[in-house]
């Protein structure tokens, strides 16, 4: 098996589309990432274009392999699910619909997915035995399953209904800016909630912490009164980035 040491990754989410090219030996960009905002008609046409932008700004990376991360659930590169994205992504081939875009081969996976595999790899979850549940915090909930450092792909447990809510609509980093919540008031009232709902169905030995507001972590994971140990992802936002690249360059060595 020959070994892969460079990658591409873009991560597609509901706010922003970025990618830069990585060192997989360390987990770092090799280039400062390029984000383009993700634009209000988020179909897979105009996402696609932007990938293709992205993609051609890193001349440097036209070898190597290609991972996209989608925020949705993707099965053998057909997305299933778009919550926070336009509709028309259901069922769309995102794997032939970015190779024909870029030109080359991709792998599309989750974008939890593609976090918690970097975390497992490089952060907070590596060597971790057990079963580490990865959250990310963002526009949605996003969440990922690691069992013993291997992915069970497409957990989707950040639409639990909880209290008769979409579990995303009110614990997400989203809604708390959508309500304009303080940190004291999300974290006790929202996040608590959520993974106690969470922690007690699935009894994981860590959890993991990701998603843009991870950089604030000290300001909320602390008055979290939960039983599992709780952690923030240690690659913040590049997670999504570098878990792509990783996951690409796997499946082509794989
Ligand atoms: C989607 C997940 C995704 C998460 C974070 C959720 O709404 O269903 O697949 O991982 O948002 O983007």
């Known amino acids: 098996m020959s070994q892969l040491t460079t990658g591409l990754g873009i991560d597609i989410g509901g706010s922003g589309i970025k990618g830069a090219p990585v060192d997989l030996t360390t987990g770092e960009f090799l280039k400062e990432r390029m984000k383009v905002l993700t634009p209000d008609r988020s179909d897979p046409e105009a996402v696609a274009e932007i990938v293709h932008g992205i993609a051609e700004h890193f001349p440097e990376a036209a070898g190597m392999p290609l991972g996209v991360t989608f925020p949705g659930v993707v099965q053998g590169g057909v997305v299933r699910t778009a919550a926070n994205l336009d509709k028309s992504w259901i069922d769309t081939d995102a794997r032939s619909l970015f190779a024909e875009a870029t030109g080359r081969p991709v792998r599309v996976l989750n974008d939890a997915d593609a976090a918690a595999v970097a975390e497992t790899r490089y952060g907070a979850a590596k060597d971790v035995p057990g079963v580490?549940?990865?959250?990310?915090?963002?526009t949605g909930i996003g969440t990922a399953l690691v069992v013993d450092g291997r992915l069970v792909p497409n957990t989707e447990f950040g639409h639990l209904?909880?209290?008769?809510?979409?579990?995303?609509?009110r614990a997400s980093s989203g809604a708390k800016e959508r309500e304009a919540l303080?940190?004291?008031?999300?974290?006790?009232?929202?996040?608590?909630?959520?993974?106690?709902?969470v922690e007690d169905l699935l009894w994981p030995d860590l959890i993991v912490v990701g998603g843009g507001v991870s950089r604030k972590a000290e300001k909320f994971l602390p008055l979290l009164d939960i039983r599992t140990p709780v952690v923030a992802a240690s690659l913040l936002n590049t997670a999504g980035i570098v878990g792509a690249a990783l996951a690409a360059a796997e499946s082509e060595t794989g």
């Open 182 to 197: 303080s940190y004291r008031e999300w974290a006790t009232e929202r996040l608590q909630r959520y993974y106690r709902v």
């Open 161 to 169: 209904e909880i209290d008769g809510h979409d579990a995303e609509t």
């Open 132 to 138: 580490v549940l990865m959250t990310t915090l963002g």
